[in-house]
């Protein structure tokens, strides 16, 4: 919108120009990054597993580097072992990576690459276990998966809290999100963590006297 003479008009006019009615000052920056608003504070527990999980697998390689190799051989022969190896390593050194970028910028969104990364992982050799006939390795890859994807249903409630707290309680008429904007899925990782919540604080209670 423009203030003051018409430039039309006048051509050596100055137009001053200024704000749009309806629009206060600052508005587009009153939400803040898109990111910032799904970024819980518990989110930070879960960068430093990530992180920490993949420091030590890379870490165990340079270590145990043979021990390593040998476990790939019983996966895919001596041939191609060591190829391998390096390429699973350079993969979760990306995943790493994208874990340590998703707590420096407050992304929860990166950790979702890390934690799908690693699953994949392990459906992977837990596949391999079965035409191997490993089953002690097949038993570890699979509790294994089940823990990550455990983290990223907690991961996607605590996003789904924080936009909770940042969006309008009251959703707009005939929308198919619930209070705050949220989905049905939304509403259901938010249900099962506050449940989870909760039945942790009445454990921890101690008994009142009857």
């Known amino acids: 919108m423009t203030l003051g003479p018409d430039p039309a008009a006048d051509p050596d006019a100055t137009p001053v120009f200024g704000v749009a009615t309806g629009a206060a000052p600052g508005a587009g920056r009153a939400g803040g990054p898109s990111g910032a608003r799904t970024w819980h504070r518990f989110h930070y527990a879960v960068g430093v597993f990530l992180i ?3 420091v030590t697998n890379l870490a165990g390689a340079v270590v145990l580097w043979g021990d390593r190799r040998d476990e790939i051989e019983g996966y895919f022969g001596a041939g191609p072992a060591v190829a391998v190896l390096v390429l699973v390593k350079l993969f979760e050194a990306a995943l790493l990576l994208a874990a340590a970028a998703g707590v420096a910028l407050r992304r929860d969104l990166l950790f979702v ?10 459906a992977m050799f837990g596949v391999l276990d079965v035409f191997t006939a490993r089953w002690g390795g097949l038993l570890e890859h699979l509790l294994y998966l089940v823990g990550f994807v455990t983290l990223l249903f ?6 789904t809290k924080a936009q909770l707290a940042a969006a309008p309680r009251d959703a707009e008429p005939g929308s198919a999100r619930g209070p705050g904007g949220l ?7 938010l249900q099962t963590i506050n449940r989870a919540a909760a039945l942790k604080n009445s454990r921890s209670r101690p008994g009142r006297p009857g």
């Open 52 to 54: 920490a999980y993949g």
């Open 113 to 122: 690459p890390a934690t799908a990364g690693w699953m994949a992982g392990f």
């Open 154 to 159: 907690v991961s996607y409630g605590l996003s």
């Open 183 to 189: 989905t049905r899925t939304q509403e259901f990782a």
